[in-house]
């Protein structure tokens, strides 16, 4: 694959009179290529196709919660938050098959827990990776289009956000504010989108700025919003995607940490399970007491991780530089 | 040069006003009334609260309670602090800012270069095991949370193998008795290790002035000598078993800190590597005749590095976020554990100050950046 | 590391070079088959479109090719010493010191962060051609004079320099050495017409003051007619046309060769149309079968579709074609 077919150098060439339906059918075609190609670069990264299939078990066992629930788990043992296993007389106990991870200090079954927990994490990474992406799609379109002053601004507010400390700032609000996992990911979207993305995201519109078709949308008499979303914002996307993923890493990581230090208001989460072993002394009894630790902590690791490699893996499609000698 | 850091400086200072702005309207948006918290806090003795409330124009309306706001926090008037009245939260903080400043500062010195030397090596080499494991581990470390990776350190280190103590700054049997107080052996040891790095410095300086001077061991032989100097001048003064105390109480959480901030600088270095390694200087450095390793050193990882300085703010801002984490897990008592606690007995006046100088911190991260990218890149420094 | 050569001996002697890029599609032929001979004091040019393979033959002779590159055969005699199963440190000794190269973007071939002469002063001191550092920075001096720069620009950095400088800078480093050889690849596109112009008559009077053997890379027809004593036309890959200078513009054996100097004005200022040529040069994963050229000439027949012709000779001039124009003597050579 050579140079030219940069993924994002493909400008959609295609006669503005023959109208929507057609410029939605290119549009369609064009991201089936980009697709298809990325694809192709993608699966050359082994570490990336491992994480994405890391990620899907997770979005598996997210799943997989609820069913049970519905299902084997009676929700007076199994609950997450609730329940108590009244078939062990000493807690936490080691696992066996009835909890095949062993249950806290609480009585509660880890394995429900664990599961119960992938969904939050899930939507909490996906909520604030779509705020993120969708202020940040924004802010860098708006900013590249207009330039001047209000590109100042917004560049000069995303250089004050990724000069704080995310966690501290976030461990500060805690104390001020009752934290929720909504209001979390909305801060940790916020944050995101203003800042750092929205910079990268700034550069990349203004490249697609100064494309034929954008001129050729101007003339045909598009107003500036009209180029902004209809032109600009959809060519910015596939790049979104890309730090979406990191967004996604920076949010479960937020979350793990400030449940871990117990500040946040949130009934089950990894860091809560791994807060609860804590608090409870049992996290430096070490491996006498595996389970209370291990699986929570592990889970954060590798979905973090996960969503980081896919985020690099995808960052090798995107930019062609970073490929090995096309080979 | 001078117009580029005077407008960074001008930036840095609106970035300050700005922070110092946050805070207050933070503090006003939160549930709750701050004059409520110190007038109704029982901890306070009554006198001491008209002073207060004075001091902080708490019965004046808002914008008047900004500008006093604005005016404490430039003059350092944080307030006293709830837990630990009557202190001043000012003394409070600066006497815990030194014990982070080291621990930031080592950690993310020796992370820096580790981070750099592997990014490198993986560039030059790519495809290899190397590559792998270390895209791998470095990742793995990245993202492990830091917590349980914290925790995990002082499992196998304190608990299993016994080598280092468990967290905390010093071990009490041993001070028991001892007739100085930490912070002044402390200081004395910030001392010391400031010394020797303007001396390795200095003698760095001399030695590629002086020409031939430079291509010997000699420089490195006179900074090893003064490496060992200092731990024998040390045993002399009769609190050096104390110093080393402190010493053993750093080692973990500063290789902590390390481990888990490296890659994001590895990872970094590997993708700038890979795009000088395509610059035409580069296959001219080659061409030269150079020997590989002084193209890969003087040319490629020389121009890879000013990618990886500028987003060292980055690394610093995750740094300092892993320090607080780090802090709070091994009970290091510097500013981020003064922060966790301040958050968790509610102590706002310290929570704000902690914030305030965390912000600070990050600000002089900043700064040091910019300067460094400066010295480094001659078209800017020549401008 | 002076090498006694016998005077029957060329200076460099290329014979059947042969280069593949590994892609993903698969084994990509680069060079094909080059063989050329250049003298002392003498200079060589090679000639054509982009992606004709010109950069790839500099880049084998200096053997500083992509990790995906592959020499498939062929000896590169330098001094009658092969350099292709040289080792890597031999041939680290033997860049620059007896072969070296002025790059194709000179803008980007001094590296940022050091000073212009430092840059000069490591190749010298690489190779150990003088004795201190002192010495060293008096050779780039006389260099520097030599290739028309004051001396104290030696301790300014490239971005302070204009593009002709650097130009020059990157010729004197090219120099740095005395080396037998010296390969030039189109080391002045980049810059406006009458620096060319100067640099370029420059280059020629260093070279044949110095007495080096040159090759000069390039697609502009004007500069082989200014620089170059032989010139070598290169179509996908393949040398297809060698000679004198003189010969091959005046009387083109190859058609590629006519066709590509009728889209060039003519030196001798004669007015005659500009020809454009037809189509595209071939997708080298996918060359076509026979004369890799017989989609676009307009004299092509059934056996240049089949074979790839032999050499067609006429004095010391050749072409690979089986047509070839302005009568050569039909004689199979190779």
Redesign the interface.
């Known amino acids: 694959m050579g140079e030219g077919t940069s993924l994002f150098e493909d400008a959609p060439e295609i006669d503005l009179s023959r109208g929507r339906l057609d410029l939605a059918l290119v549009r369609l075609r064009m991201a089936w290529r980009t697709l298809r190609d990325g694809w192709a670069v993608f699966v050359e990264s082994r570490i990336g196709v491992l994480s994405l299939a890391i990620i899907a078990i997770f979005a598996l066992m997210a799943f997989s919660h609820p069913i049970l629930m519905a299902t084997v788990w009676t929700p007076d043992v199994y609950d997450p938050v609730t329940g108590y296993a009244f078939d062990r007389f000493e807690h936490p106990s080691p696992p066996d098959w009835r909890h095949p991870l062993g249950t806290d200090s609480l009585g509660r079954d880890i394995l429900s827990q664990l599961l119960f927990s992938t969904k939050s994490e899930f939507i909490l990474g996906i909520t604030a990776a779509l705020v993120t992406v969708g202020i940040a799609t924004t802010v860098g379109a708006v900013a590249a289009y207009y330039g001047g002053l209000v590109d100042s601004l917004l560049m000069r507010l995303a250089d004050l956000i990724i000069a704080l400390p995310g966690i501290s700032l976030l461990i500060v609000l805690s104390a001020l504010f009752n934290l929720n996992l909504f209001y979390l990911a909305l801060i940790i979207g916020v944050l995101g989108g203003f800042g750092g993305t929205a910079i990268i995201l700034k550069s990349q519109a203004l490249s697609i700025r100064v494309k034929p078709y954008i001129e050729a949308a101007r003339a045909a008499g598009g107003g500036h919003f009209h180029v902004i979303f209809v032109h600009i914002i959809p060519n910015l996307l596939p790049l979104s995607l890309l730090y979406m993923m990191f967004t996604v890493t920076g949010a479960i990581f937020a979350e793990a940490v400030l449940s871990f230090l117990g500040l946040l208001d949130i009934r089950m989460s990894w860091g809560i399970m791994i807060h609860t072993a804590n608090t409870g002394g049992y996290l430096l009894a070490g491996a006498n007491y595996w389970w209370l630790i291990v699986p929570a902590g592990a889970s954060i690791t590798l979905l973090c991780s996960a969503f980081y490699l896919v985020g690099r893996a995808l960052d090798e499609v995107v930019n062609p530089r970073l490929r090995r000698h096309d080979r | 040069m001078t117009n580029y850091l005077l407008r960074r400086s001008g930036q840095m200072v609106l970035t300050l006003f700005l922070i110092v702005t946050l805070a207050f309207f933070l503090v006003q948006a939160q549930p709750g009334d701050y004059a409520a918290f110190y007038s109704l806090n029982p901890d306070i003795p009554a006198e001491a609260r008209e002073q207060i409330k004075a001091s902080f124009g708490l019965d004046k309306p808002l914008w008047q309670q900004y500008l006093i706001h604005m005016k404490n926090t430039l003059t350092g008037n944080f307030g006293v602090s709830f837990g630990h009245y009557p202190r001043p939260v000012i003394e409070v903080l600066a006497e815990r800012l030194p014990r982070t400043i080291v621990l930031f500062l080592s950690a993310t010195a020796v992370s820096f270069y580790l981070g750099f030397f592997l990014g490198k090596a993986i560039a030059w080499r790519r495809g290899g095991v190397l590559e792998y494991a270390a895209t791998i581990s470095g990742a793995t470390l990245f993202t492990a949370f830091t917590p349980a990776f914290a925790l995990m350190m002082i499992w196998i280190f304190a608990f299993k193998l016994g080598w280092l103590p468990v967290g905390k700054f010093l071990d009490p049997l041993i001070w028991r008795g001892a007739e100085v107080t930490a912070n002044h052996v402390f200081s004395y040891m910030l001392a010391t290790a400031a010394a020797f790095v303007v001396f390795a410095f200095l003698t760095l300086l001399v030695a590629r002035k002086s020409g031939r001077f430079a291509t010997g061991r000699l420089p490195f032989l006179i900074i090893a000598a003064g490496a060992v100097a200092i731990p024998v001048a040390w045993a002399f003064t009769g609190i050096g078993y104390l110093a080393l105390d402190i010493l053993r109480h750093m080692i973990l959480p500063i290789a902590t800190l390390t481990l888990i901030s490296f890659a994001g600088t590895m990872l970094l270095t590997r993708n700038s590597m890979l795009e000088t390694m395509r610059e035409d200087y580069v296959m001219a450095a080659r061409a030269k005749g150079l020997p590989e390793k002084v193209v890969r050193d003087r040319h490629a990882a020389r121009n890879a590095l000013l990618p990886v300085i500028t987003s060292l703010v980055y690394s610093l801002i995750f740094a300092i976020d892993g320090s607080v984490i780090i802090e709070g897990v091994f009970s290091w008592p510097g500013t981020g554990m003064t922060l966790l606690q301040a958050v968790r007995s509610e102590d706002l006046p310290l929570v704000m100050g902690a914030m305030v100088f965390i912000g600070l911190f990050s600000l002089l991260a900043h700064v040091i950046v910019d300067v460094l990218y400066v010295y480094l890149d001659p078209r800017i420094r020549y401008q | 590391m002076t090498m006694t050569t016998a005077d029957n001996q060329p200076l460099l002697k290329v014979v059947d070079l042969s280069l593949s ?4 599609q698969g084994p990509v032929p680069a060079v094909q088959s080059v063989s050329f001979e250049l003298g002392r004091g003498q200079s060589l040019g090679l000639v054509g479109e982009s992606g004709c393979g010109k950069t790839s033959v500099a880049n084998c002779l ?1 053997r ?1 090719l ?3 590159g592959r020499l498939t055969s062929g000896q590169v005699l330098l001094e009658g010493q092969d350099l292709l199963p040289m080792s ?1 440190e031999e041939i ?6 007896r072969m ?2 002025v ?3 000179a803008m ?6 050091y000073r212009v002469g430092q840059q000069v002063v ?2 010298i001191e ?2 150990g051609i003088e004795e201190t ?1 002192a010495q060293a920075r008096q050779r780039v001096a006389r260099l520097f004079r030599m290739v028309g720069l004051d001396p104290q620009l030696m301790d300014r ?1 490239p ?2 320099f204009s593009g002709g400088m650097r130009q020059r800078a990157v010729i004197a ?1 090219a120099l740095a050495c005395d080396p037998a050889v010296i390969i030039s690849d189109e080391p002045t596109t980049a810059l406006d017409v009458i620096v060319q112009d100067r640099i370029l008559r420059e280059l020629k009077g260093v070279q044949r003051e110095l007495s080096m053997g040159m090759i000069y890379i390039t697609h502009d027809i004007g500069a082989v007619a200014e620089v170059t004593d032989r010139v070598g036309v290169m179509y996908a890959g393949r040398l297809v046309e060698l000679g004198d200078t003189v010969d091959v513009l005046h009387a083109p054996m190859h058609p590629y060769t006519a066709a590509l100097m009728s889209s060039f004005p003519s030196i001798s200022g004669e007015k005659k149309a500009l020809g454009t040529l037809p189509g595209e040069p071939p997708n080298l994963v996918n060359l076509p079968t026979g004369c890799p050229f017989h989609p676009r000439c307009a004299h092509a027949t059934e056996e240049c579709r089949r074979e790839f012709p032999p050499q067609a000779q006429r004095g010391s001039q050749w072409a690979a074609c089986w047509h070839p124009l302005n009568g050569a003597q039909e004689s199979e050579q190779s």
């Open positions: 890029y590994l892609t993903r200096m500083l992509p990790d995906n890597e680290r000794r033997f860049r620059w010191r070296a190269m790059f194709q973007a980007n071939a001094l590296d940022p962060v490591e190749a690489a190779h550092t950095y971005h302070e480093m």
